[in-house]
């Protein structure tokens, strides 16, 4: 345990954030420092083949250890952190949770109230930041996992498995993480990300995802004299989010249902841009609200005479239909978890994953559990235990694909 948890401390430390507004592969330097660093790491265990690539993209094999075909397995975490927080986390508080309110500093606590979930980790030790700044469990718990399980599948060779492909890639949270990634070149047959949440989730289902840019051209004149002349672009924009559907935000919805997320917003009188994202697990809905959203802009259009544009980009879409002619990756993941007695939380996801465009550009790529919680902010925290577990799951589902 105590290894796996010093591997991710080291990783955490390296400030990693995306950059959304930055055009470059990767977005920012640290992804290249911790590629780096983990390519030294690899080539150490004996994958010699490890390489990072010019956009930073991390790639290597485990070689397989018997003479027998048998499908080639790819392990996938992502480099980059929410863009959202400081990702430099070199403070992280780790200690046995023995229940109540956990106090972060003197200004924040994560209280049961607010996160229910606690409950459950009594008993576990826990790592938290210090409340300035975020963890980073999403994704470098999921590199942590992989990395500790290839070491443990370097040290006991007893353990057969056929070719392991290896793959940290970067921007995955500003939705670029799939843009580069060299498919054919990394050669699996079918790969998993360890990108999820809490201990047992797996997942196979995620949004459908665009995103829209809205760009407001009002009228400015004097205010002593706007009376029929002035068309304030911000009030525009109010009218835009009023009629958009009240129940179909994010604070409104759970489970399968979509929403429309306004995620910026800033203007003056004469010009306001917004930005949205739209997600939907159902692609009939997910079309429809692209469409309804175009009907919102028409009429206002025709309200205040074509002052309005809007773009709308289509981001990812729901891998089930990918990965349900491939359901033998799903049962593996599955009995290798009960296995272990980890119960399998098959759920969709409420989100995207690099796993879902691979699975569009033809590597099946469902979702395994990282063991984290509260991903992308200062409350995010992780057991350890959970983090070990992930790293065994990858152990036992190379295992049982070679048997």
Do not use: W
Not at 69 to 89: N, R, Y
């Amino acid at each position: 345990m105590e290894k796996i948890v010093e591997r991710f401390k080291k990783y955490i430390a390296i400030d990693t954030k995306a950059d959304e507004n930055s055009q470059s592969c990767p977005s920012t330097k640290g992804q290249l420092e911790l590629g780096a660093l983990l390519v030294e790491e690899l080539k150490e265990l004996g994958l010699e083949d490890a390489r990072q690539d010019k956009n930073g993209y991390v790639y290597a094999t485990l070689k397989s250890n018997i003479d027998k075909e048998v499908p080639t397995i790819g392990f996938i975490a992502h480099l980059d952190t929410s863009p959202d927080m400081d990702g430099k986390c070199t403070n992280p508080q780790i200690f046995i949770y023995q229940g109540g309110d956990i106090k972060l500093n003197d200004e924040y606590s994560m209280t049961v109230e607010e996160f229910p979930s606690l409950k459950d980790l009594v008993g576990k030790e826990l790592i938290t930041t210090d409340g300035t700044t975020l963890l980073g469990a999403d994704d470098k718990a999921g590199i942590a996992a992989i990395m500790d399980a290839v070491e443990y599948l370097v040290s006991h060779p007893e353990i057969k498995h056929g070719d392991i492909k290896i793959a940290f890639t970067p921007d995955e949270e500003i939705g670029r993480g799939a843009d580069l990634f060299d498919v054919e070149g990394f050669g699996a047959d079918f790969a998993y990300t360890i990108d999820g949440g809490p201990l047992g989730e797996l997942e196979y289902e995620n949004f459908n995802a665009a995103s829209a840019k809205i760009e407001i051209q009002g009228k400015n004149v004097h205010p002593g004299t706007a009376k029929n002349v002035m068309i304030n672009s911000l009030r525009v924009a109010m009218e835009i989010e009023n009629m958009l559907p009240v129940n179909e935000k994010p604070e409104y919805t759970e489970g399968y249902e979509g929403f429309y997320l306004l995620v910026d917003l800033s203007g003056s009188v004469d010009h306001t841009v917004m930005r949205y994202i739209i997600r939907d697990h159902s692609k009939e809905k997910f079309e429809y609200k692209k469409e309804y959203m175009q009907k919102v802009v028409d009429f206002l259009n025709n309200k205040y005479g074509n002052i309005i544009d809007l773009e709308i980009k289509d981001s990812y879409y729901n891998m089930k239909e990918k990965i349900e002619p491939h359901m033998e990756i799903i049962e593996l993941a599955k009995k290798s978890m009960e296995e272990l007695n980890i119960k399998p939380i098959i759920k969709p996801i409420r989100g995207g994953t690099d796993g879902a465009r691979l699975s569009y550009m033809g590597l099946p790529c469902p979702n395994l559990f990282s063991g984290g919680y509260n991903y992308h902010g200062r409350f995010e925290l992780i057991p350890t235990e959970s983090m070990k577990l992930a790293s065994q799951l990858i152990v036992k589902i190379v295992e049982n694909n070679a048997k």
